[in-house]
């Protein structure tokens, strides 16, 4: 590309503060789109860049962002009453959210700068969603240096060791959770790290509607007698990691996500698809008297699904394996709700798994449709 | 046998400056440059020097590799000039033009009484040859070799691309002599828009019918993929209707005549049009239909996949088109975080261009974007009607992996082809390059 020599010299390799010359470009392309021209190939440009994408994707994680701030006042005020009026607990779920995302972003883009800057290269934008999703995703009172730890290991050995965002092979976000998960399971698990607490008091019990899964075939009653209904899970007025409760923010965060054409919708029905037939396996073979449909409103599905399995990197690249990919990664998830009681929170297991496999995946894909080429007869 | 092809994906860029159907004038240039680097795969020994005479139709250039390969110069004149590049490439020669009509005489001939060998050596003897082009990898074709068939797309979608039944409307009886012509050699396939297409009634074809409204249904390569996708070892060769109505002109009235009319077009263009013109002519011919306050592109050819030649340079051997665009070099604040952008056109939904369906938008060459990674997966089969999937092809090229190369459709395409996914690519990568460094992997390891 050709440059237009309107920066100051200062940031400009060979320049003084030259070696910011990354950290320079990421903020004055922030601010300014770039005045690069095209230099070979088409002449004009779509306007779509990736730094629109990821900020789609930003604005679509919004509603489950805000619900998940007023939900953690709400919920603390279910069991303590101390958060009277809808402003209160709003303001104090933000109060308890916002560490989250300072650490999240400083120390994720951080790492990012520093890696663009010692490879030379810009400063990727998918961060901006990575950093946005993982205080979605943890508990509201993980420890921040334990989240900080957590991110700091997804960015590099999920993101940068690769070669930065377009080359990893598996979600950064949920590679965060995974390392949280497995290295801290008392902060991550179990019923009393759902409800933050006010500092210096003791830890709060509230289960989540997921944990009543190793119940088995009693498994509804238990859910309905600890107070949870469809319509509240629906509405996300439950336990849960901070934004993935409430289906109806996750489902208008779908919606914007679908209408601009930035997360696959194929994927989100397919995994739906998923989780409806092993739910009803579930159901038939009586394993679980949840209903499938019960399933879908339950954890991290909804979250999982439209947010996660959908990130155009690490999920399948062709047509016909993201029908593939998404239909596993629901499945998955519901076998691990039905089968592994001790930790019933399938999905971040399911799509960590399907990333893995998604390669595999497009290459049955492709190479079917090259043999399938291959036979088409000549009529010329 | 129904011979229609249904081409849903694509995508018309809405960029004004539409040529108007009229014909402006007939340039007389004074300079007419006959440049080598039109034609992939021809290496240029030069068979004149400057200050020689020449008429239309007399060598200029011949082909180290083959020489009966060569290039004729397009007008009479006197070799003014040798232009060279880097490392003393061969870049133009030009002929200064002396106004008058002098033409080697190739002697009329009728296409129907000939036998292929004698098309061939008429089209090599006059410099029409390297009008042919051979796919795979878009070279000039070889003489030695006889096609699987000869394909024509006698429409163009391309953006502001010549109506082709403006620009050829006085050619049909050329261009019926070229097919004709032509069909000695191999089975000629031509892909009309529309049922009623004026070149639906050639003669000495098979005529397909393209039903699409949508960028990239006019390309060749596009067409070849649902007629008869080329496989390895096969070869196939396309021509467009200049070069078929030159061809025909050929045998019709036994001289090189290389005229066509082209569309003058582009946002920057002051006036819009068409013009008779020969390839090889100055674009400083054209420079009362640019602002010169601005910083205008000349794009020889379309602004997909047309050449930029600068102010200094010259119309294409294989165009029609000229497309003037201004260079996009201001900086707009905040453009990706606004809401609206209602100057700016994307194909995507994240923006709202789809609000105004039927707005043209003055584009410059700005790529509102760095370059990144690819992220997104979907949007570029979307523009793209071949069975190929493009992001591995791109992949396949960027490391080189001949195997996964031919596995993925590299014989079928070339660059123009897939710039409509350079179009709309979110991460900016030049695709066009990416795929032209393939193909001329691919030439030498198969060579």
């Not at chain 1, 394996?321 to 499945?331: D, N, P, S």
């Not at chain 2, 370059?371 to 997104?376: I, L, Q």
């Not at chain 2, 195997?403 to 123009?416: A, H, N, S, T, W």
Request: hydrophobic share 45%; charged share 15%.
């Amino acid at each position: 590309m050709e440059e237009n020599n309107v920066k100051p010299g200062l940031f400009e390799k060979g320049g003084k503060l030259g070696w910011l010359h990354s950290t320079w470009d990421a903020f004055d392309t922030f601010l300014r789109v770039p005045a690069t021209v095209t230099s070979k190939g088409a002449h004009v440009r779509d306007s779509l860049d990736i730094k629109r994408v990821m900020i789609i994707v930003v604005l679509a994680l919004v509603p489950a962002a805000l619900f998940g701030m007023w939900n953690v006042g709400y919920q603390h005020d279910l069991k303590l009453h101390d958060l009277p009026g809808f402003w209160n607990q709003f303001f104090w779920g933000l109060w308890k959210v916002l560490p989250l995302y300072i650490v999240s972003y400083i120390v994720g883009l951080g790492i990012e700068f520093t890696s663009a800057q010692i490879k030379g290269e810009e400063v990727n934008e998918g961060y901006l969603v990575s950093g946005f999703l993982i205080p979605l995703i943890v508990p509201v009172d993980v420890p921040l240096w334990m989240l900080a730890l957590a991110v700091a290991f997804a960015v590099i050995f999920g993101k940068e060791v690769f070669g930065g965002t377009g080359m990893n092979f598996l979600n950064p976000a949920l590679l965060c959770r995974a390392f949280l998960f497995f290295s801290y399971p008392s902060s991550m698990s179990g019923s009393l790290v759902w409800i933050a607490r006010r500092c210096g008091a003791d830890a709060i019990t509230g289960a989540t509607p997921l944990s009543y899964m190793s119940e088995g075939s009693a498994a509804m009653d238990a859910i309905s007698n600890a107070g949870f209904s469809f319509w509240n899970m629906f509405a996300g007025t439950v336990p849960g990691s901070v934004g993935e409760t409430s289906v109806i923010a996750i489902l208008i965060g779908a919606f914007i996500l679908i209408w601009t054409g930035v997360a696959s919708w194929k994927i989100m029905v397919s995994s739906v698809a998923g989780a409806l037939f092993v739910g009803w396996l579930g159901t038939a073979f009586g394993v679980t008297d949840v209903p499938a449909y019960v399933q879908l409103v339950m954890g991290g599905f909804a979250f999982g699904t439209v947010f996660m399995a959908t990130d155009p990197v690490t999920s399948a690249q062709t047509e016909t394996g993201k029908w593939i990919y998404g239909f596993l990664i629901g499945a998955l998830c519901i076998t691990v709700r039905l089968f592994n009681p001790g930790y019933a929170e399938g999905m971040m297991l399911a799509i960590l798994l399907m990333n893995t496999f998604a390669p595999l995946i497009d290459h049955c894909v492709t190479s079917s449709a090259t043999k399938r080429r291959a036979k088409k007869v000549s009529i010329a | 046998m129904s011979n229609n092809i249904v081409l849903k994906k694509g995508l018309n860029i809405p960029i004004n400056g539409v040529a108007a159907l009229e014909t402006m004038r007939t340039i007389v240039p004074d300079v007419v440059a006959v440049k080598p680097t039109d034609f992939k795969g021809f290496s240029p020994r030069l068979l004149v020097k400057e200050g020689d005479k020449v008429q239309a139709g007399s060598p200029v250039l011949a082909d180290k590799q083959n020489p009966d390969i060569i290039l004729t110069s397009p007008v009479s004149g006197t070799v003014q000039a040798i232009c060279r590049g880097e490392k003393r490439k061969l870049l133009a020669v030009l002929v200064k033009a002396d106004g008058t009509s002098e033409a080697v005489d190739f002697g009329k001939k009728v296409p129907e009484n000939l036998n292929a060998q004698e098309v061939k050596e008429a089209l090599l003897k006059s410099g029409l040859w390297p009008s042919i082009i051979q796919r795979p990898y878009g070279i000039i074709a070889d003489p030695a070799v006889t096609p699987k068939a000869v394909f024509v797309s006698s429409f163009s979608t391309a953006p502001l691309a010549a109506d082709a039944g403006f620009a050829f409307q006085d050619d049909l009886e050329a261009i019926q002599a070229g097919v004709t012509a032509i069909s000695k050699i191999a089975k000629v396939h031509v892909c009309v828009c529309g049922a009623d297409s004026v070149f639906a009634t050639l003669k000495d074809a098979t005529i397909h019918t393209v039903v699409a409204t949508k960028h990239p249904a006019g390309n060749v390569g596009v067409q070849i993929s649902h007629i008869s996708p080329i496989k390895k070892g096969e070869t196939v060769w396309t021509l467009n209707l200049a070069s078929l109505a030159a061809i025909g002109k050929l045998f019709l009235q036994g001289k090189v005549v290389l005229e066509r009319k082209v569309a003058v077009t582009g946002p920057a263009a002051v006036k819009t049009g068409y013009v008779v013109a020969l390839p090889g002519t100055p674009m400083t011919a054209l420079s009362d239909c640019v602002d010169s306050e601005v910083e205008t592109r000349f794009i020889s050819g379309d602004v997909l996949s047309g050449e930029n030649v600068g102010k200094d340079g010259f119309l294409g051997f294989f165009d029609n088109q000229v497309t003037f665009i201004k260079e996009g070099r201001e900086r707009e604040v905040l453009g990706w975080a606004k809401p609206f952008r209602f100057n700016q056109f994307s194909s995507s939904m994240a923006y709202f261009s789809w609000l105004l369906p039927k707005k043209k938008y003055d584009m410059d060459t700005n790529t509102h974007g760095g370059v990144r990674a690819f992220v997104c997966s979907d949007v570029y089969g979307k523009v793209l009607p071949m069975d190929i999937f493009p992001v591995y092809l791109i992949k396949a090229c960027l490391a080189g992996d001949i195997d996964k190369m031919e596995q993925f459709g590299i014989y079928e395409v070339l660059p123009e082809d897939l710039a409509l996914c350079e179009f709309v690519d979110p991460s900016k990568n030049d695709i066009q390059a990416i795929i032209s460094d393939g193909i001329d992997l691919m030439i030498k390891e198969m060579a």
